[in-house]
């Protein structure tokens, strides 16, 4: 199939961008948007042009890196996939498809469709753990959790740090990421002995990043190729209220 | 190069206790002293960092990726074995040893698996502690399953995403310690060199990948981390970033690598679409559980597979191995499938794939069933290859997925570079020629939590440390070295993406040096990949700025160091007269056609060491012992 | 003091004052609308329920807390408008937010901005004349009058349709914020839900059209509102 991609070229971050558009002919319906862009930049380096930058590793929708707005969409059209998982046959010959990184104050970009999104990592930093030390701990069966507390906290547990939530929101709020964090441990025993101060910590860090508020209008939900439900969202906001209240 | 394990002595029980306690300890008020670097942040590296940073040492973690949360621990799916006896069948320490010793072909150390099995359980626990969300049963207990055809059940999980869930473990216990100060995180930078001052290694040389720049850092040690080499066959599970860089600019440097001809080679991967692939994707080999394998009868045939009788059908595993049938282990299964495809009974657009077939597993227990066995499986086949499992049956072809080989380390885990430590699959010592399902989980973390920790302090204790700072000449001549190296690449400007030199590679290595090798075969690859690099390195196309974020650029280099890499590989199964696990050579194969070993001449471990880019590589062999487990033949008739 | 200044500078702080205030102007709805019904019997019956609800102390202590909520609501509402405009200082090309949000969750700024317009309006119209006028009017009589313009009916219309929209993502969005929004409880906030954004807008529907309908007012007294 022949389609026209319009996409954002930025050299660096402190350099203007702008949409450039690529003809890409001959590309099989079955291949992912992601090798689409592999023939194009191997066209372009042929041409002695440089490639268009963009971030990817596993492929298959589970490490996160990969993470491109296509046609208005965080990760493309389709839901609980990620930008990888996107295959050519989902839109049509002719097509023109308009690109272009995630964009948000905390995600600046580094080149092309890069973003940095270590602001996500500051707010792991912040909290995002069970403060365990190597050893010293008891036996895992020592610790019941009930199977329904457990599943919840592993659907929780399931956000790959994509950014689409953000990407997605229209006040680029990172609340889904923190509330899937937090409410993974939350829920679960192990770390609920923190649980105040983690919280507190970790929604400090997320407004210090310049994340937007959370408007309560799930459009993370709907983009978030885990599909995390933002009753995560709820539970952190529960979290967040019993830190002053109680 | 003298190759001393350091394996200690003793019952094979009482060696990992023993030697913990003859360990050298370091002065708890000193430990903030010394710096360690830490390269890669997977599950062995950022468990590694962790954990030194908690006994109190200055670590420097570094990954070519934007966090540790994104290396390729994470696409691990199925589980992690311990053997806890939580469901009373009769498992225990010895019998995951010995499993692991059978399933390694009897080419890994008897004291590194004990020792691997022995620590297994407290990952379990640690990772609980950490909230590490294990499947549980109803009453609150966690769950078990068996996997990989263990006849116990001793693999724990987290959905299909084990992998993920136990990284995000280790990179939480890492956010701790960067929070408290005693990580530095270096995102975004490739390692490119080990320094090594008077003979010790000191520090690493990084090139940081938005800014281009080359950057020094010194330590008292090195830690590598860096994962596998299976992306030198281009196509493989392994995500695209996955490299060798680190551990072979390491191995020029004087690090032992051994055995690189162990590949695993996994049977039930989607097959390549066309030249456009970029990667291969993995399904859980607990398909075959259900699944028929079968191709049709008539070479050539291209009726839609429900067109073709059952009678017109040939269910090769179930002829062939009338006991095991369908779930004969991932090497023969895998091997089968590609001889089936040589011999002209390939199916599917590019004939390179054979069917696995749901339709009776669907007629005897219902599509329900098999949907809320598979679903997910089906789903992800579904989406990529446009067709419907539950209608049609899958097309399965073998893929590269996990190399056993690597840098050779001792018991402590240290290569043959003094103070230069390598962990996960990184390294060689615990699978032996074949790695068991469940079991490269359990590796990486057992290295990174529960033997680092103690082993390198040993060496902290006992060695000497002449001040070095990263204004040393050494680190100046590194830097000097990759500067040149970089613009050398960026100079060639020839005619061929750094891309199409990759998936040549690709082709030289799956053709020749893949699930079944010749004699001639590898011979051929040993003629033709010096002439790539040859080519590569005058006809090479890299584009951009080595100022700034280069993709290409740091692919060239990866690829510059696959194609070195795959010749070793090559030379290392050409002098492996013998067929074991992850290594076949046709011409040592039983009259069945499965892998006949050569004990009495390949009981080694292959150690090559560098002489130079024209030179052949020497090779050291480690004697293997068995002593507790006795070698015998596979056999799954 | 300090954590509670600490609570409000967060994001989540500046969302529970939203929630709160907004869920007590919801309380108020409610009040407002069942006072109101007291319209339909009659004007004897509504002057005297006027003329309690002036006259009563804790009316009126909790019309200053009514107040503070209608300025806080849309102060710190625009606040974080700001804010999140600030969040994305470029914006994308193509958006397609409405493939995956509802509407009204889109516009409640602009419904937001609309009903607080229509709430001068409706002060100026009810409020201010029967709290401050020198002669105070029959409040029952200012509803009749009001409501025999086609054109005033039609604003409060339409204004009630924005007050829909506004609650349709308000409510929810409350409970959310404050955490009440989890698995087990979203059926029944929905159902609840349904009453403040339909309902209720539907019964403040009612009095214009009853009275534009059945009962005519006096023209002199419509003119004398001065809003045509």
New interface residues.
Partial sequence: MNVTL?V?RQ??KNEPGR?VSYAVRN??????F???L??L??E???K????I?F??????G????CGI?I???AHGPGRG?ATC?L?M?SFREGDTI?A?PW????FPV??DL?V???A??RI????????????G?????A?????PV??E??DA??C??CGACVA?C????AMLFVGAKVS??AL?P??KVEAKRRVERM??Q??KE??????????CE??CPKEI???H?????????KT?VA | MKLDSKIPSGPVEKKWDNHRFNLKLVNPANKRKYTIIVVGTGLAGASAAASFGELGYNVLAFSYHESPRRAHSIAAQGGINAPKNYANDGDSIYRLFYDTVKGGDYRAREGNVYRLAQVSNSIIDQCVAQGVPFARDYAGYLDNRSFGGAQVSRTFYARGQTGQQLLLGAYSALCRQIDLGTVKFFPRREMLDVVLVDGQARGIVARNLVNGEIESYDAHAVVLATGGYANVFYLSTNAKASNATAIWRAYKKGAAFANPCYTQIHPTCIPQGGDYQSKLTLMSESLRNDGRIWVPKQKGDKRKPEEIPENERDYYLERLYPSFGNLVPRDVASRRAKEMCDKGFGVGPTSLAVYLDFGAAIKRLGKHVIEEKYGNLFDMYHEITAEDPYKTPMRIYPAVHYTMGGLWVDYNLMSSIPGMYVLGEANFSDHGANRLGASALMQGLADGYFIIPYTIGDYLATAKFPAVTSENPEFKAAKTELDGMVKRLMSINGKKSVEEFHRELGKIMWDNVGMARTKETLTRALQEIPKLREEFWQNVKVVGSANDLNADLERAGRVADFIELGELLARDALHREESCGGHFRVEHQTEDGEAKRNDENFSYVAAWEYAGLEKAPILNKEPLSFEDVKPSQRSYK | MEKLIAFYNSSIGKKVTMSLTGLFLCTFLVEHLVGNMILFAGREAFDSYSEFMVANPIIRAVEYLLFASLLFHPLVGLLLWINNKRARPQKYDVYMLKENTPLASRITMLTGSLVFLFLVVHLRTFFIPLRFAEVKPSPYGLVVEAFSSAPYCAFYLVALVFLAYHLRHGFQSAFQTLGLRTKSYIGLLDAVAFIFWFIIPLGFAAMPIYFYFFQPATTAAATALGVH
Avoid at chain 1, 124 to 135: C, D, E, L, N, P
């Fill in positions: 319009k954002w050299k660096s949409f590309v099989s319906p079955d291949a992912s992601l090798e689409m592999d023939v930049n191997v372009l380096v042929k002695g042009e440089e490639p930058a971030d990817h590793d596993c492929r298959e589970i490490c996160g890196s707005v046609d208005g969409r996939a998982e295959r046959r308009v272009e964009r948000a104050a905390p580094i080149k890069i940095d999104r270590t996500m990592d792991m930093y912040a909290g995002g753990y069970v403060s365990a030390k190597t050893g701990v008891p036996d895992g069966n610790i019941l959790i009930p199977k457990a599943d906290a592993m547990a399931s790959i740090g997605a229209p006040n680029s709020s993974q441990l679960l192990q770390g929604v400090d997320m407004d310049g994340f937007g508020n959370c408007s309560n209008n799930y459009a709907a983009e439900s933002v009753t969202i709820a539970r952190l906001n529960m979290e967040f209220l002053t």
